[in-house]
């Protein structure tokens, strides 16, 4: 799992607030979001993933596109806030865990990681990649802060890391932010979202 500060720093966080990086009011991240979803495009989704799903504004969005969608995260204040809002939809589920330990026995057709990767260790990001390649029947969407961190590893850093796995993304730049998106060997085209360049 993410290393001990990082998980009490991020419980900490949320201990203040049920929304610490104003997800549901920034602009900024209204408009990541808008990105990350035209990324995705406009499903239908058979069978998505979200891991680190936080206090659950981006998923709550994703679900409209999915058949079912499976969101985690390892902080248990984010998963009470996600739970409270995504409980009632039928077709979410809500799992608390920490990626790649505990990640559910799933061969999605999408798997989102927005804002997650540089919480991990090197290591745990690798084991996240071939998991990856095991299970994801389809794109893989990674989103990350292109600036520096708190934490051991940047965005770039966490992504090339991936990359190291899962082989070259097809990255699209943003103001402040990067979209790659991957497409496993062995996933099949998804019909999910246009290819990015």
Request: charge should be negative; include cysteine.
């Amino acid at each position: 799992m993410p290393r001990r500060e990082t998980l009490d720093h991020l419980a900490r966080l949320y201990a203040a607030s049920d929304d610490p990086w104003d997800h549901r009011t920034s602009p900024y991240e209204a408009g990541k979001y808008a990105a990350t979803l035209a990324a995705i495009g406009p499903g239908p989704i058979g069978n998505a993933l979200e891991i680190g799903c936080g206090n659950r504004t981006l998923a709550r969005r994703l679900a409209d596109r999915c058949d079912r969608l499976t969101v985690m995260d390892c902080i248990p204040a984010a998963i009470l806030s996600a739970r409270k809002v995504l409980g009632p939809v039928p077709h979410v589920t809500v799992l608390q865990g920490c990626a790649p330990h505990d990640l559910p026995d799933l061969r999605p057709d999408l798997v989102l990681l927005s804002e997650v990767l540089y919480f991990l260790t090197p290591e745990e990001i690798a084991g996240l990649g071939r998991w990856l390649l095991a299970k994801a029947m389809g794109p893989v969407i990674a989103v990350n802060w292109a600036g520096p961190t708190d934490e051991a590893l940047d965005g770039p850093q966490a992504v090339g890391i991936l990359q190291t796995v899962l082989g070259a993304s097809d990255t699209t730049l943003h103001d402040g932010y990067r979209i790659d998106r991957f497409t496993p060997p062995g996933g099949r085209p998804s019909g999910s979202g246009p290819q990015l360049i």
